[in-house]
């Protein structure tokens, strides 16, 4: 009998299961796992025993491109059947946000060890709220894809603010930019990393919507997140109960940026996808700018997170991003779409769904 966990993952289009085979990472030199699927026969400790989606063309395409490497995978139309029939250890969550939370509960409830959800947690506080009730009633690990937490250089840099190379950190200075610059679809990764490294909790936003989104109304529309038509590109200020401030800029029609400065007493961290820098002042209060250098990494955001909830499974302790952390991207994004849609008013936390 083979000690692997056994995996399961419920949706099957794009980070779902595309293959290994995606290339080599921005300044990794090396082809990473780019989806669940891909990350779980990556890992020595898992094994893909089950996928499932509602569509037919989706197990079809899944079929085709693993039928060779994963011949013996059963497949589904219903997680419920799935979750019934499969025994499964780790449940992956890689459907549209609109449906996370049902999927999550019923994985919790029946009995498996642990929860990989993709981002956002949920498409309401109330749906993420739901989700950790249940998660904390099963007593198992459940972590949110925020995929930064496992990604060179965005690790190091909170690495080194932790031992505090640039002081104490003063203000973060977020730009993302591209098509996907949209406010729940990978803002969703921007928000938990500037919440990252901010090192507090927030207490309240600012925000202003895109051109034409002026009229959007203070809830998510909560599609499912692939639409840039119904998920809008926001400028967010965001306040910390540590004084911090963040300045977070969004913006569809320009470059594929996701850029963050955090400016610190002592310093200066800057960290985009390819590299991170560190500048300091020397005695004669000029500025000095150095590379950080960087562990070849040989697994990738997703595989790293597997290997986290194994470990979390075996042993216990505090997860990177769990679901408390998820739920706080989610509170900041429900503020920002409440501030712009009362005329760019401070709302202030606790939010609540509108």
Known sequence: MSDQMRAGVVGLTGIGQRPAAQGAEPGWGTAMPHSHVAAYHHVADTEVVAVCDLDEGAIANFNADWNEALPEVNTYTSHVEMLEKENLDILSVVTGDNVHAQICIDGAEAGVKGILCEKPIASSLADADRIIDAVTKAGIPFLVDHSRRWMFPWVQAAQLIEQGAIGDVKRVVANQGGPRAMLFRNGTHMCDTINWYAQGNPTAVYAVNEINFEDYGPRYASDGGH?????????????????????????????????????GSDGILRVTQERATLTTQNESRVLVTSDIPHTQYTQGHIAGAVVELIELINNGGTPTCGPIEARQVMEILLGALQSSAGGNVRVTMPIVDM
Do not use: G
């Open 227 to 263: 639409d840039p038509d119904t998920d809008p590109a926001v400028s967010i200020l965001i306040e910390y109960d540590n004084d911090v401030r963040a300045f977070w800029n969004m913006c569809k029609p320009m470059p594929n940026v996701f850029d963050v400065d955090v400016f």
